[in-house]
């Protein structure tokens, strides 16, 4: 079946533009998880939804970063006035449903601010 | 707070040797959730393993095998006769098992590299 995809997968953005990036996740699950991963690190939690509740969104670095997922299914994650500090790959994971179920990662979108 | 520390930033083994990828990890819970992914040059992060905090069995897929000790906080990932497609970054994570907080604390990764 079809796995986690996200578009797009290459953003160059000016700084100081707005960005949208998009997931959508294996049909039929729960949960949907952005993470941000620079050059050379782990991913960083971002943000978390069970259906269109976020949940959590203790890892959002500024009010500059928006996400939502309205019908609880696809998810877009805003970046409002991008910094060269938001360089990175966003990369969106999905899982069936509570914990502790595996989460299944996208491909991401490598977003580079110039 | 959790954390997880891979100490290892690079490994290069030549092809078919056996090869460890430590993982130390802190949490002040009781009951959390072990991961092991794999990314591949491609950069898709690839789910390997799940291991609950109260299952400490070793266990083994194929050539892949990892040793869960809780007295030590590791939980360490051995290759055996690696191979060329092995080559990627490998991240271990954290999870606590609380319902409504399924995030994944991720190490800062290990690159494996396996010479031909």
């Known amino acids: 079946g079809a796995g986690v995809s996200q578009s797009p997968r290459y953003k160059v953005a000016k700084r100081g533009q707005d960005v949208a990036l998009r997931c959508d996740p294996i049909?039929?699950?729960?949960?949907l998880f952005w993470y941000q991963q620079a050059l050379g690190q782990g991913p960083e939690f971002l943000t978390y939804?069970?259906?269109?509740?976020?949940?959590?969104k203790s890892g959002l670095p500024s009010d500059r970063f928006f996400a939502e997922r309205p019908e609880g299914s696809v998810s877009t994650l805003k970046i409002q006035r991008t910094q060269q500090e938001d360089s990175a790959v966003y990369l969106c994971a999905s899982s069936l449903q509570g914990y502790p179920s595996e989460q299944y990662f996208g491909p991401g979108t490598r977003l580079t601010v110039t | 707070a959790q954390k997880v520390t891979q100490a290892q930033t690079e490994i290069s083994v030549v092809e078919k040797e056996d090869v460890t990828l430590d993982c130390v990890y802190e949490?002040?819970?009781?009951?959390?959730?072990l991961f092991w992914y794999k990314q591949p040059p491609s950069g898709e992060l690839v789910f390997l393993i799940r291991r609950n905090s109260f299952d400490e069995q070793n266990e083994i897929s194929g050539r892949y095998s990892w040793n869960f000790q809780k007295s030590t906080s590791s939980f360490n990932f051995t290759i055996t006769a690696s191979q060329v497609v092995d080559s990627a970054v490998y991240f271990c994570a954290l999870s606590e098992a609380n319902f409504g907080n399924e995030k994944l604390t991720f190490g800062t990764g290990t690159r494996l590299t396996i010479i031909p």
């Open positions: 049909s039929g699950h729960v949960s």
């Open positions: 949490t002040r819970d009781t009951t959390y959730y």
């Open positions: 939804f069970q259906n269109e509740a976020q949940l959590d």
